[in-house]
C-alpha cells in the first residue's frame, strides 16, 4: 500500500511538473474559478432577501396601515399567534404597504447579472483549462515519440507493438480527458467547498455543522472506495493494452491465421483477452459507481435536514423565511461540489493509472548515447573486423561468445546456421541495435561504439526480412534510402534491381500509390523494392538479411545478377538459410550457438564433409 501510495506522489509530482510551462495560465484558471465562485456565493443570499422582500411586501398589504411591526407583534401574541409572531419577527414588514416591484425587479437584476458574470468565468476558464490539457498531451506526446527512437531494439522485442501503441495513443489521450475534466472542476468545487461553508456558518453555525458532519461522513466512504479502486483502473489499462496488442498481432497476420484454420483458436483467444478487459473495467467501475449513490444519498439527507431543522428555526424566529431557502441553496451548493469530486476522483484514479504507463514508457533506459568526441573514419572503405565479440539478450542465456571474424572491401560474406545460432544478431550488433557486453566491432580500423549511430548506419545499407513499405508511391519507397534523389537516379536505382521492368507495366508507374500491405505489389516485388531502396542509399557495406527469401526463382537469378555488378568495392553479408543464394560468396561463415564452427567457400565446406555440408544435403 506504502509503495502505491508513493508512486501515485510520485505521478502526480511528475504531472505538476509537466504543467509548470503553464504557470500564468493556471493563475488566470485560479482567478477565473474564484471569480465564478464569488459570484455563485452572492446569488442564493440575494434571491433569500428577494424571498423576504417580496413575503414582507404580501403580509404587509394586509395589516392595519399606520399601525408600526412591533404593535402588530404585540397584538399577534397577545391572541396567541406565538409561531406566526416569531416568523414576522424575522420580516421587515411595513403594515399596510404592498410589494415594492421596482426594488424587487433591481434585485432581480443584480442577481442575473451575477449569474450571467458566473457563467462567462466559467466558460473561460474552460476554454484555458482545454489548452493547458491538450497542450500538455501535445509536449508529452512529442516526448513519447522522442523516447522511442532513443529506446533500445531489446525493449520492442519484449513489448508488443500493440502495447506500445495503447501507451502512446489509450493512456495519453485517457490522461488528457482527465486533466481537462478535473483541472477545472476541482478547482472550482474547492473554492466552493470553502466559501460555501463559511457563508453556511454565518448564517446559521448549527445548520452548517449538520451538513458538515453528515457531508465527512460521505467524503471519507468515497475516499475508502476510491482507494480501492485504484489498483483496478492500473489493470483495466493494462488489459487494454493486452488486447491491442493481440488485435494488432493477429490482425497483421490475418492471412495466415486463415490459412492455417487457426480462426477459431484466434476467436477464442480474444475472447480471453476481452473477457478479461471486461471484468477489469467492471470491478473498477463497480467501485467507482459506488461514489454517486453514497455522495446522493447525503445531499438528499442534507436537503431534509435544512428544511425540517430550518422551519423550526423559522417558527422560533431565529431564521427568516428566506435565510432558510438561501441555506437550502448554499446546502445543494456544498454538496454539489463534493459529488464531483468524488465523481472526478474515478476518473482521476483512471487517468493516474494511464499516466504511470506512459511515464513507466519515459523512464525505460535508453540506448546508450553517443560518445561525446565522435570519430569518423577518414575514408570508409567498408573493412569489417569482429574482435572477441561477446553478447547475449539475457543475463542467463549467452548467445554469441568470444567472435571474431573479418571482412575486406569488395567481399560477399554469407553466414549461414541454424535458427538461434546467432546471425541476424551479428547484423543487429553491427548496426548497433544491440551494443556487445565484450570485445569490440571496428569499421575500417575505429570501433563503432566511438562513432555515432546515425553516421554508422549511414554507411551500411540494411535489407531485413520484412519488407517494409510505408503508404506512399514507388518512388518516395524507393528515395527513402537517400533523402533528395533525383527520379533519374531512383529509376537508376530500380533497373539495377529489376524493379523498373514491373513498375512501368503499373497503370500509374513510380507513382503508384501502395497501401500498408502493398496489395497492388507482389512478396517479391516488395522485396526487390526494399533492395532498390538499399542499393540507392550507395552504402559502403550491404546487409542482407535473408532478403531473397521471398522472391520466386526467376526473381531471384535476377537479383543475383545486380548483385554481382553492384557489390563491386562493398563488403556484403549476406544472412540466409537459402543455401542456393550464397553458393558463390566469397566466404561462408557457418554458426551454431554463437560460434563460428566453419569457415571457407561453398566447395570448400562441402569437402570438408562437416556442418556446412550436412545442411547443404538436408
Known amino acids: 500500500m506504502a509503495s502505491t501510495a508513493e508512486a501515485s506522489s510520485s505521478t502526480i509530482l511528475r504531472l505538476l511538473a509537466m504543467l509548470r510551462p503553464y504557470r500564468v495560465r493556471l493563475v488566470l484558471v485560479l482567478v477565473l474559478g474564484t471569480g465564478a465562485?464569488?459570484?455563485?456565493?452572492?446569488?442564493?443570499?440575494?434571491?433569500?432577501?428577494?424571498?423576504?422582500?417580496?413575503?414582507?411586501g404580501v403580509v404587509s398589504r394586509g395589516l392595519p396601515p399606520g399601525a408600526s411591526k412591533e404593535e402588530v407583534i404585540a397584538g399577534m401574541r397577545a391572541r396567541g399567534d406565538e409561531a406566526l409572531a416569531n416568523v414576522l419577527s424575522t420580516a421587515d414588514i411595513v403594515p399596510g404597504q404592498g410589494v415594492n416591484f421596482q426594488a424587487l425587479?433591481?434585485?432581480?437584476?443584480?442577481?442575473?447579472?451575477?449569474y450571467l458574470a458566473s457563467g462567462l468565468c466559467m466558460l473561460v476558464q474552460g476554454r484555458v483549462v482545454a489548452f493547458i490539457a491538450q497542450h500538455t498531451m501535445f509536449v508529452l506526446r512529442e516526448r513519447v515519440s522522442a523516447k522511442l527512437t532513443r529506446l533500445p531494439l531489446g525493449y520492442f522485442d519484449r513489448t508488443s507493438r500493440g502495447e506500445v501503441l495503447s501507451r502512446v495513443t489509450n493512456d495519453v489521450d485517457n490522461l488528457q480527458r482527465t486533466l481537462q475534466q478535473t483541472l477545472g472542476h476541482m478547482v472550482n468545487s474547492i473554492f466552493a467547498v470553502v466559501g460555501v461553508m463559511t457563508v453556511m456558518v454565518l448564517l446559521s453555525p448549527l445548520l452548517a455543522g449538520l451538513v458538515l458532519v453528515s457531508v465527512l461522513v460521505a467524503a471519507a466512504a468515497a475516499l475508502t472506495i476510491s482507494r480501492r479502486a485504484r489498483?483496478?483502473?492500473?489493470?483495466?489499462?493494462q488489459r487494454t493494452g493486452s488486447l491491442n496488442g493481440y488485435v494488432e498481432e493477429t490482425y497483421t497476420g490475418h492471412s495466415t491465421v486463415v490459412a492455417f484454420g487457426r480462426g477459431e483458436l484466434a476467436e477464442r483467444t480474444f475472447d480471453e483477452h476481452n473477457e478479461a478487459l471486461y471484468l477489469a473495467s467492471s470491478r473498477s467501475q463497480t467501485l467507482s459507481g459506488l461514489i454517486g449513490p453514497v455522495t446522493r444519498f447525503v445531499t438528499d439527507l442534507n436537503y431534509v435536514m435544512v428544511a425540517v431543522v430550518g422551519a423550526l428555526l423559522v417558527a422560533s424566529g431565529s431564521m427568516s423565511i428566506g435565510s432558510v431557502q438561501s441555506f437550502m441553496q448554499y446546502s445543494s451548493m456544498f454538496t454539489q461540489p463534493i459529488i464531483d469530486m468524488a465523481n472526478f476522483s474515478a476518473q482521476l484514479q483512471s487517468g493516474m493509472?494511464?499516466?504511470?504507463?506512459v511515464f513507466e514508457v519515459l523512464d525505460e533506459p535508453e540506448q546508450r548515447p553517443a560518445p561525446p568526441r565522435p570519430v569518423r573514419p577518414r575514408r570508409v572503405r567498408g573493412r569489417v573486423d569482429f574482435q572477441q565479440v561477446s553478447f547475449r539478450y539475457t543475463p542467463d542465456a549467452p548467445l554469441i561468445e568470444n567472435l571474431s571474424l573479418s571482412a575486406v572491401p569488395g567481399e560477399l560474406i554469407a553466414i549461414v546456421g541454424p535458427t538461434?545460432?546467432?546471425?541476424?544478431?551479428?547484423g543487429n550488433l553491427l548496426l548497433r541495435f544491440y551494443e556487445?557486453?565484450?570485445?569490440?566491432?571496428?569499421?575500417?580500423?575505429?570501433?563503432?561504439?566511438?562513432?555515432?549511430?546515425?553516421?554508422?548506419?549511414?554507411?551500411?545499407?540494411?535489407?531485413?526480412?520484412?519488407?517494409?513499405l510505408f503508404a506512399g508511391t514507388i518512388a518516395d519507397n524507393i528515395a527513402y534510402g537517400r533523402p533528395g534523389a533525383t527520379r533519374q537516379e531512383v529509376v537508376n536505382a530500380a533497373r539495377a534491381m529489376c524493379v523498373d521492368r514491373f513498375v512501368r507495366s503499373l497503370p500509374d508507374g513510380y507513382d503508384t500509390v501502395l497501401d500498408d500491405e502493398s496489395s497492388t505489389v507482389s512478396a517479391g516485388e516488395r522485396q526487390l523494392i526494399t533492395l532498390a531502396r538499399a542499393f540507392l542509399a550507395e552504402p559502403s557495406i550491404l546487409l542482407l538479411d535473408e532478403a531473397t527469401s521471398s522472391v520466386d526463382s526467376r526473381t531471384e537469378v535476377l537479383i543475383q545478377q545486380a548483385m554481382a555488378s553492384l557489390r563491386a568495392g562493398r563488403t556484403s553479408f549476406v544472412i540466409a538459410h537459402r543455401l542456393s543464394t550464397i553458393r558463390h560468396a566469397d566466404m561462408i561463415l557457418v554458426m551454431d550457438?554463437?560460434?563460428?564452427?566453419?569457415?571457407?567457400?561453398?566447395?570448400?565446406?562441402?569437402?570438408?564433409?562437416?556442418?556446412?555440408s550436412r545442411m547443404y544435403a538436408s
Open 37 to 56: 465562485t464569488v459570484f455563485n456565493l452572492a446569488g442564493p443570499k440575494l434571491v433569500g432577501n428577494a424571498t423576504d422582500m417580496a413575503f414582507a
Open 105 to 114: 425587479a433591481q434585485l432581480l437584476v443584480i442577481i442575473l447579472v451575477l
Open 231 to 237: 489498483p483496478r483502473f492500473a489493470e483495466r489499462w
Open 353 to 357: 493509472a494511464s499516466a504511470r504507463r
Open 420 to 426: 538461434g545460432a546467432g546471425k541476424s544478431t551479428l
Open 436 to 468: 556487445v557486453d565484450r570485445g569490440r566491432i571496428l569499421l575500417d580500423g575505429v570501433d563503432v561504439a566511438d562513432m555515432t549511430r546515425e553516421d554508422l548506419r549511414s554507411r551500411i545499407g540494411l535489407v531485413s526480412q520484412d519488407s517494409w
Open 593 to 612: 550457438s554463437g560460434r563460428v564452427v566453419e569457415r571457407g567457400t561453398h566447395q570448400q565446406l562441402l569437402a570438408a564433409n562437416g556442418h556446412y
